[in-house]
């Protein structure tokens, strides 16, 4: 394509571009020295930049990227869609962070006093702080009280609002509109997993939503539904009712997380056949976090899989575990090519082989060591190594079951030889989650494999890929070695010692009172009574 | 490009053009604007004001558009007679270039005009903004409509002015206005990656689209400032401007 | 009420639960105070101190004949006075009911993961191979102290820790990078004294080059989730993130003059 024109005149359009750019650049820092510039230098630049363009040295490293300060577009506020923030907002997510991204808080160690100067001098790389009235937070009134029908009310103006083009049906960020998403720097973003709510950027509760839902989160595709309200399309108790209707998607607690996962002992049922049978309903959940696999190259910095909850249960010849984690997408899903494209070309060509061409599954590997350890020592918790070997059931969207494998390192697995495979998989994908299912006799005639054992931790790790995030081979999610414990029949002692216990306390109580008692009848009582002691 | 130009005054401004077609935008626009001290009061005097008109030849091979997807979005889909096509580059079918952004550029700086009270109303219908581009006064209210009756957002990200990003799920109305001059503002819908609109910001009412047809026409306010202004043509994508002359020597025809 | 605390029972139950309040919720609030870190005290801890507080309690209203008598008064008349035979009821049976359900709770299967014994800082090797040639880590200083511009060293430290270690490590240096929870053990701490501020530059170099797989046995090398950064990281390029750590952190490498051999003793 070319547009063809003749420049004529005494200015030439690169003196005018010049000109353009000399007053674009003039708006930068006003020259405040003191604490707020140190304390920014020495904590903050590194990702923000020492001129507070949000392209410090580590900004590559990380999606989102750190806010570029000379925009003064801030996502957690007080204040209407548009505005500036008041300094309590800035002052918020220094001391408290933001949890989807790598801004920690600062609360534990920074002094009162620096922080506050961080926010007089993070105001100084924007022009638009200082001109005209200071920022007003917004009154947002009293949360309505919670109910089922606030719920149902909610659920509507959910659809009403269409929330779920982005965030997804049940809010799992998997909304047609998902793929698409872009910040203030034109870099991809991620619709919120409304499920997660103990990583909102502004906060989880109820209120919190609330605020987000009538400010918007300026710098995001996240809009403000003030004109909404203005415009007498939903109330404003309507909008609580979304806010409490976002909060119920979202346990009532954010997961701790669980050392051990435990496997219940089925003694009068059938183990489960397939993923989404309700009898897991019925058993303990426990959640692993996972992370970006940073530790061997080519390494990972956006993983999209970001936690599994894992159950299990066995019935003394199996076991089975059922594994539950977000997801936006079926990989390989066409939609979401042109986001895969675009992550991989921001966050994976800096070392190693490049990312797998192609279409590229969804992966999940649950790693055991290949024998219980009896001492401390187990195999390495990234895939092993030469020396120790790990044990896997690897999945993938694309091929129906699981394979069993040994691995020696990450990327190296070898299949076990087709006659030793006895794991099987059942998987479901709806709304944006994941539910595989893998069962397993506890002990196998294989040599190669793990013969589980019952009432003690096992170790066990757990591997997750996104295909559509751009992820396959060493570009993944990783946990660290955690254990399962196949629970045993209950000891019958479990039982006799509490009824002993009970039986000789008791014993020993009646004797002590019936002594007291014969003594107090045969008058050998020799202390005064006190009359008026009741 | 300005071909058949017609200056029936003299004119003391600087003319611009801003292809404002599918491009980023940028943050080069005139942003120091109404910072005269000594503003006149000049409001446009109808029975002297001169006018300019032209069209925006496209020479080389027309860009062929990208067709847009909206089988998510069937109210949408089934308001469009063909198939809908982005809007970066729009060739009309004479070679002229439509949604071509021409303001005045330079040369109004001492004087004040009036901000409008009329709003200027931007549709988005079809999921598509109607217009493209607009030009509007600063502080003078856009009226943001909601044709469809689904969810659209508004987010506006302009970097002289404070942007916005308004949620409009259903058929509604919304207005908001720019307090600086800014060429260009884009406008995104994020619910509809395709969505995209670009508002020119001025301080002064001389200002232009190019249509589906083929003229941009400036009603221009003749002034006692020299005769040799500058014009500048803005082209393509935003990448740069092209600065034009603009006195009594153009003849009407010449191309530049 | 003040009858019931004149009365030596009154007072030992008075005591024992303010003593039971002070050491479970209360401790834990003091050395903040003087500016240490603080946990919660584990229960094992609580019951020793109780026990303690009763022996205490026992001993006072024994030491007396006439308090020990008064002291036990209430008792024996909830044993023995026909009026009280509703409490008596009470206590015989629930008294049995408590201590049956702490025997359950002791016996029931627990499903704790493996207690995990780990050193910190196991003893550094004498030597080790780096990138094809080896290094005595015995007596070795880092070079960059001694040549071309601290400044540059450091600034280039600065880049290599965020570009690589902010993720487990944090930008605060604290352990605490956004992806810290997902490991066990979680990443040290710089700001710690307890970490760098024991160690020689030598030593640190030699935990950044090896990493994880590097540690010996009793450091637990396959629950290690640092990586060895030989594999990515040049001599230099280790040396300046050294330099880096000890300057934001704000602590000084033990030096070889001080207790030689003593530096990887935790």
Known sequence: MRILGVVKGQLGAAAVLALFLLGAGAGGVSGQEGLGKTTYDKWCSGCHGVDGDGRGVAAEYMLPRPRDFTLALYQIRTTASGELPT??????????????????GWEDLLSEAERDAL????????????????????????????SDAVLTEGREQYQVMECFKCHGEFGRGDGTSATTLEDAGSFPIRAADLTENWKFNGGGSVEDIFRRLRTGLDGTPMPSYQDVVDAGVITEEQLWSVAHYVRSLAPEDA??????IRAELIQDAALPTTADDPAWDEVSVSYIPLVGQIIVSPRWFDPRVDGLWVQAMHDGQELAMRIRWSDPSQSPDPDWAEWKARIIDLMAPKEGDPPEAGPTPDRLVVQFPKEVPTGLERPYFLMGDQRNPVYQWRWRSDQPG?????????????????????VTASATFADGQWTLMLRRPITTESVSDLDFTTGEAIPVAFFAWDGDNGESGTRAAISSWYFVFLEEPTPATVFIAPLAAFAITGGLGLLVVGRARKREQEGIVTEDETPDEA | MFDGIDLKKVLA??????????CGGGGDGGGDSGGGAAAVENPVDAATAGNISGSIAFEGDAPAMQTIDMEEEPVCADKHASTPMTEDVVVNDNGTLANVFVYVKEGLESLQFPTPSQPVMLDQNGCMYRPHVLGVMAGQDITIKNSDGLLHNINASPTENRGFNMSQPVAMEGTRSFRVAEVMVPLRCDVHGWMTAYIGVLDHPFHAVSGGDDVARLACQRTDQPADGTLVFRPALGLHDRVEPCSGEHSPGKTL | MGKHLRHPLGQSVTVLVAAYLLIK????????LIGIASAPLPSSVVLQYMITVIVGL??????????????????????????????RAVLLLATPLLVAFVTFDRVRPSVAAPVSFRSIH???????DFQGRTLRLTGLENPLRSRGSEDEHLEEGKRIYYQNCVACHGDGLAGLGHYSQGFNPVPLSFQDVGTIAQLTESVVFWRIAKGGPGLPNEGGPWNSAMPAWEDFLSEDDIWAVIMFLYEQAGHSPRTWGEEPGEEGGH
């Open chain 3, 122 to 128: 196991p003893a550094p090797p004498g030597q080790i």
């Open chain 1, 255 to 260: 997961p701790g997380i669980d050392e051990v």
């Open chain 1, 87 to 104: 300094d309590a907002d800035i002052r918020r997510i220094i001391d408290v962070g933001m949890p989807t991204t790598t801004m920690p």
């Open chain 3, 58 to 87: 026992l001993l006072w209203v024994s030491d007396n004949e006439e308090r020990w008598a008064k002291f036990k008064q209430p008792m024996h008349r909830v044993m023995v006075d026909p009026e009280q035979k509703v409490a």
């Open chain 1, 119 to 146: 926010v007089d001098y993070l105001k100084t790389f924007s022009r638009f702080f200082g001109q005209g009235d200071e920022p007003q937070a917004i009154d947002f009134g009293r949360a309505t009280k919670v």
């Open chain 2, 13 to 22: 401004a600087t003319v611009a053009v801003f292809i404002a077609t599918g």
């Open chain 1, 402 to 422: 699981a394979v069993e494998a040994e691995a020696r390192g990450l990327g190296t697995a070898t299949p076990l030889p087709s006659a030793e495979q006895a």
């Open chain 3, 25 to 32: 919720f209360g401790i834990v609030y003091l050395p903040p």
